[in-house]
C-alpha cells in the first residue's frame, strides 16, 4: 500500500505562495460591520462615521501587520520514529523556533499534514521569544500498514484580534512505516505443542521456565540443585527446566486475489495481520520464523531484532490481482497457509476455522 501525496497542481501552488489568509466568524461579522459604515459614511457625508470608518480600516491593517510579524521568522522541525504499528499511538514531536532577533511570536498554531490530508490534532505555541525554541509532542496513530507520508506543516495564526487567520505552509517531509496491526491470536499455543513444524517446547534443557524438580542423579550439574527445596525435604533436589524453544514455523502468504473486491481485500488484509502477529509471537517464544510471500521472497528470522526485515516485508507487500500465478509454496511439511487461494492454515485447517481470541477477551 502507497502513501496518498498531493498532487503536482497543490505542490507547485503551495511552492509559489506558502503563504494564505482567510476570515474568521468574527472576522466576518467585523468586515460586514466595516462596510456598513462606509456606505453610511458616503450616503450622509457625515465626518463622524469617515472618522469610525478610518479607525475600523485601521485595525484591519494593523492585524494584517502584526500576524505577519508573528509568522515571519520562524523554523520548524519535526521527530517521529522510523517504524510503528498500524492502530497503535506513537508521539510526534514538532519543534518550533523563532529566529527573529528582536520580535516575539504569539499564539502559534502548527498542523501536520499526513497522507495528503490535515491530521486532526494541533500544536499551539503561547508565546515564543526572539531566538527561543519550544517543543510540543502529540499522539499520532495511523489506521492502514504501507508507507506513510508526511508533507509538510501548517503555522497558522489568528494574533491579534482573531479576525483574520494567516497560513504559511512548511514543506516538511518525513516517511514512516506502518506495520501490519497485532491480533490476538491463541495460534502461537497451538504451535508450541510440538510437532515437525512446531516449537518444541515440552523439552528438557538448560531454558528459564521451571519444568520439575526430582531428586537429584549421577551426572547432574551441582549448580542446578534447588537449596531451598532440599533443606526443607531433608535430601537434594534438581531443578529441571524448558529448553529454549528453536523450532521452525514457516508462514507461507500468498498476496494474489481471486477478485478484485472490497471484500476480498479485507480478507487480504487480515491475513497478513495475521501473519505479522504470528512472526512476533513465534519469535517472543524464541523460534526460527521463515516467511514466504513468492517464488524468490523467501525471508528468514531467527532472532527477534532480525522481525523488522519480515514486519516491514509484509507492510509494504503489494496486493496483486493476477489470479493466473502459481500461489508460493512451502519448504516445510505443515507450513502455515495464508491467502485466498490457499485457503487453510496448518496441518489442513480450514482458514475460518483457525482459533482467534475475540477482541474484547484476554488471549490465554
Not at 505562495?17 to 482567510?22: E, V
Amino acid at each position: 500500500m502507497t502513501a496518498n501525496r498531493p498532487n503536482r497542481w497543490v505542490t507547485l501552488k503551495r511552492r509559489l505562495f506558502p503563504r494564505g489568509l482567510s476570515f474568521t466568524r468574527e472576522g466576518k461579522v467585523y468586515v460586514g460591520v466595516t462596510l456598513g459604515v462606509g456606505f453610511a459614511a458616503v450616503n450622509t457625508n457625515n465626518n463622524l462615521l469617515f472618522l469610525v470608518l478610518g479607525l475600523m480600516l485601521g485595525l484591519i491593517i494593523v492585524s494584517g501587520i502584526l500576524s505577519e510579524i508573528a509568522l515571519r521568522g520562524l523554523t520548524i522541525s519535526r521527530q517521529l520514529p522510523r517504524r510503528v504499528e498500524a492502530e497503535a499511538s506513537f508521539a510526534v514531536e514538532l519543534k518550533l523556533h523563532n529566529g527573529k532577533a528582536h520580535t516575539t511570536s504569539f499564539s502559534v498554531e502548527l498542523r501536520d499534514e499526513i497522507d495528503g490530508q490535515p491530521f486532526r490534532r494541533r500544536c499551539f505555541f503561547l508565546r515564543l521569544a526572539p531566538g527561543e525554541s519550544q517543543a510540543i509532542a502529540y499522539h499520532c496513530e495511523r489506521h492502514e500498514r504501507g508507507r506513510s507520508h508526511f508533507s509538510g506543516t501548517m503555522a497558522s495564526t489568528r494574533y491579534p484580534f482573531g479576525l483574520f487567520e494567516k497560513r504559511r505552509f512548511f514543506a516538511l517531509t518525513d516517511d514512516i512505516i506502518v506495520l501490519p496491526a497485532r491480533l490476538p491470536l491463541r495460534l502461537a499455543h497451538q504451535l508450541a505443542a510440538g510437532g515437525e513444524n512446531g516449537l518444541l517446547t515440552d523439552q528438557r534443557g538448560p531454558g528459564q521456565e521451571f519444568l520439575e524438580l526430582r531428586d537429584i542423579s549421577p551426572g547432574d550439574d551441582p549448580r542446578n540443585i534447588h537449596w531451598r527445596s532440599s533443606a526443607r525435604l531433608s535430601r537434594l533436589l534438581v531443578r529441571e527446566n524448558h529448553a529454549e524453544p528453536r523450532g521452525l514455523v514457516e508462514i507461507v502468504l500468498d498476496p494474489a486475489l481471486r477478485e478484485d473486491s472490497t471484500p476480498a481485500r479485507l480478507e487480504l488484509e487480515h491475513n497478513i495481520r495475521i501473519a505479522g502477529t504470528i512472526v512476533r509471537d513465534v519469535l517472543d517464544s524464541g523460534g526460527v520464523v521463515r516467511l514466504i510471500t513468492g517464488p524468490e521472497r523467501i525471508i528468514e528470522a531467527r532472532e527477534k531484532r532480525e522481525a523488522i526485515a519480515q514486519l516491514e516485508h509484509l507492510a509494504l507487500l503489494e496486493v496483486t490481482t493476477d489470479g493466473r500465478s502459481p500461489p508460493p509454496r512451502g519448504r516445510a511439511r505443515g507450513a502455515l497457509l495464508l491467502g485466498q487461494r490457499a485457503g487453510t492454515i496448518g496441518r489442513g485447517r480450514r482458514l475460518d476455522e483457525m482459533a482467534v481470541a475475540p477482541r474484547r477477551q484476554r488471549a490465554p
